[in-house]
């Protein structure tokens, strides 16, 4: 069995939780040990726009989402024992719900937004 960080294990349990602020913080404690690690680098990126979805900065969520899929298009189909190509069709679904116009809402707003698909992430042998 192949062991990784720690703090990528305890991602899974915040990202479940919807907690995307601490998946934030966890993923960037890995990526800060190895900077060439662009497949945590492509997590987090998909975690920071799932964080300014929840906060009305579609412009930033569209962006980084974006980033998210160039990032982790490589490491499909599996990789650190997760489903990558299940996570790039989350990518996609966002993509098309996240509306292109405008690139920002007021927060009291946000409730108005299109509900974005919900993604488990779960380790596979």
């Not at 190895?34 to 945590?40: A, E, K, T």
């Not at 974006?66 to 993509?95: G, S």
Request: charged share 25%; with cysteine.
């Amino acid at each position: 069995m192949e062991y990784f960080p720690e703090e990528y294990y305890e991602f899974f349990i915040v990202f479940n939780d919807g907690d995307y602020y601490t998946g934030h913080d966890l993923l960037e404690a890995v990526w800060l040990t190895d900077r060439s690690n662009l497949f945590i680098k492509g997590l987090l990126q998909m975690t920071v726009s799932l964080y300014h979805y929840e906060y009305g900065n579609l412009k930033g969520a569209r962006q980084m989402m974006r980033v998210a899929k160039e990032y982790l298009t490589p490491y499909k189909p599996t990789y650190w024992q997760l489903n990558v190509e299940r996570v790039l069709m989350f990518i996609d679904h966002c993509l098309r719900v996240i509306p292109s116009h405008p690139d920002r809402v007021k927060f009291e707003e946000v409730v108005q937004l299109p509900v974005l698909p919900k993604l488990y992430l779960n380790l596979e042998e």
